[in-house]
């Protein structure tokens, strides 16, 4: 050990959600984030990221499911 602790933080977490508009509005409408990317990638799928506003805490990665077993 070098006598002084490492700082480490968690940038981004991958959640698996039902449906992205509907989480999105969640996270943005109800519980304050701020819409960081949704990009179509495809295929009905989305790269979206949500953030708590000022920047604190890590980055949401709302995937949606792929099927029941997924949900």
Not at 19 to 46: P, Q, S, T
Request: aromatic share 8%.
């Amino acid at each position: 050990m070098s006598g002084f602790a490492e700082r480490r933080s968690v940038a981004t977490v991958a959640l698996v959600v039902g449906n992205y508009d509907e989480a999105v509005r969640w996270y943005v409408e109800r519980l304050g984030f701020v819409l960081i990317e949704d990009v179509d990638l495809g295929g009905g799928k989305r790269w979206v990221t949500v953030a708590p506003a000022k920047g604190q805490g890590a980055r949401l990665l709302l995937a949606e499911a792929s099927g029941e077993e997924q949900a």
